[in-house]
T-cell receptor, first 117, second 112 residues
């Protein structure tokens, strides 16, 4: 049973370029979360998605950042016109909990480390 | 902010000793979870304690929850070098959107 798969593991971009991070949740999981982690800090919630729906994007910057979780294929976190401050580790997690229930255990990927030059 | 705050930020102990980490939060919760992160890796779930539970055990881990004080503690007994990692608490706000909010973490170092 494959875990949460993220790619690329490492990504280097120059300022102004676009970064696309992909996440395939665990089999049977329909809930996906994206978190950002700066060095030596905790994880900051960005967005929570279910298939084809954004449930909570309260942690997403209003500009340049977008996320999707299409009916088919992985979830994508897209960062347009990257700046140096976007350099961080971006973690995806998935869960199996359903609507109306509390958040259960999250299964994390190994993260995508973005470096903006 | 609902964010959990871990205390201490860093802890260094000798192998075999017990390690205790604390977490405080601000709002009512459905549950509280503890995760471990090894350097450069993703987070791994350790234990979940529901708001109506006061204590939970899993192997060498013991978690307590005091909802009146909005705090939790994680105890690792008989620590091993392999326990060296960062430990995070995460809370799921009651009535919230099922998202987990993480604290800043405690960096635990076990010295051989």
């Amino acid at each position: 049973n494959a875990g949460v798969m993220q790619n690329p593991r490492h990504l280097v971009r120059r300022r102004g370029q676009e970064a696309r991070l992909r996440c395939s949740p665990m089999k049977g999981h329909s809930h996906v979360y994206w978190y950002r982690q700066l060095p030596e800090e905790g994880l900051k919630f960005m967005v929570y998605l279910q298939k084809e729906n954004i449930i909570d994007e309260s942690g997403m910057p209003k500009e340049r950042f977008s996320a999707e979780f299409p009916k088919e294929g992985p979830s994508i976190l897209r960062i347009q016109q990257v700046v140096r401050g976007d350099s961080a580790a971006y973690f995806c997690a998935s869960s199996i909990t359903g609507t109306g229930q509390s958040a259960g255990e999250l299964f994390f990927g190994e993260g995508s480390r973005l470096t903006v030059l | 902010s609902q964010q959990g705050e871990e205390d201490p930020q860093a802890l260094s102990i000798q192998e075999g000793e017990n390690a205790t980490m604390n977490c405080s939060y601000k709002t009512s919760i459905n549950n509280l979870q503890w995760y471990r992160q090894n350097s450069g890796r993703g987070l791994v779930h350790l234990i979940l304690i529901r708001s109506n539970e006061r204590e939970k055990h899993s192997g060498r881990l013991r978690v307590t929850l005091d909802t009146s004080k909005k705090s939790s503690s994680l105890l690792i007994t008989a620590s091993r070098a392999a326990d060296t990692a960062s430990y995070f608490c995460a809370t799921d706000a009651w009535g919230g959107a099922q998202k987990l909010v993480f604290g800043q973490g405690t960096r635990l170092t076990i010295n051989p």
